[in-house]
């Protein structure tokens, strides 16, 4: 979408996202103390000092993706919360969880992009690090990468209206998953799931 390209729109895009995965995660942490839960790679042994905002600010700064790339990315994020249910996003892990779906959505999305070993510096992790979250998160999410216009133009007017309704401190229910939150909106589309691959994958 055009919109995309305006700074400012990106700019609360940011905001918003980052405000949703952070009642998301905060309340994934509660209920870790109740329910079993994987450690993955995903999982740091303390939380980040950075923000999730200051963290996706950065991203967004230097890794010098398409804007496409970041909702491309926020439906990568949601199909994983699906498919899976034990790793759901904390604040333990959806900085290395946000790195690696902007990784994966650039190399998908857009025809030029930085290297794994750029995208670490960007995340601040080390590149071996780096390739083992890429490759596991394209575990995760089952290698279906393809996105159809329909459900990318979905989750993009989910978040632009979402923005234009609530301020980013009154989103939706935390209690629910990313994946759990947009099932309503039927965001997540089974015609997405094809075999559709770019070889320039490989790392």
Not at 9 to 26: D, G, N, P, T, Y
Not at 133 to 145: I, N, P, R
């Amino acid at each position: 979408m055009a919109e995309l390209e305006n700074p400012n729109v990106m700019s609360k895009m940011i905001m918003f996202l980052s405000s949703l995965l952070q009642r998301v995660a905060e309340s994934n942490d509660l209920n870790r103390l109740f329910q079993p839960q994987k450690i993955s790679v995903f999982h740091g042994l303390t939380r980040p000092s950075i923000s999730i905002r200051s963290y996706l600010e950065r991203i967004l700064k230097y890794a010098n993706c398409s804007p496409s790339c970041f909702i491309v990315a926020y439906v990568y994020l949601d199909r994983f919360a699906q498919r899976q249910p034990s790793l759901p996003i904390t604040t333990f892990n959806v900085h290395r969880l946000l790195i690696t779906s902007v990784l994966v959505a650039a190399k998908f999305m857009d025809d030029m992009y930085y290297n794994n070993a750029y995208y670490a510096k960007v995340g601040g992790i080390s590149t071996i690090e780096m390739n083992f979250l890429e490759v596991d998160f394209l575990f995760g999410l089952g290698f279906q990468l393809n996105v159809t216009p329909n459900t990318f133009h979905t989750y993009c007017s989910y978040l632009q209206t979402e923005m234009m309704l609530q301020p980013p401190l009154s989103i939706a229910d935390s209690s629910l998953s990313i994946g759990s939150s947009l099932k309503a909106h039927s965001c997540y589309n089974d015609e997405d799931e094809s075999s559709h691959q770019k070889q320039q994958l490989a790392v």
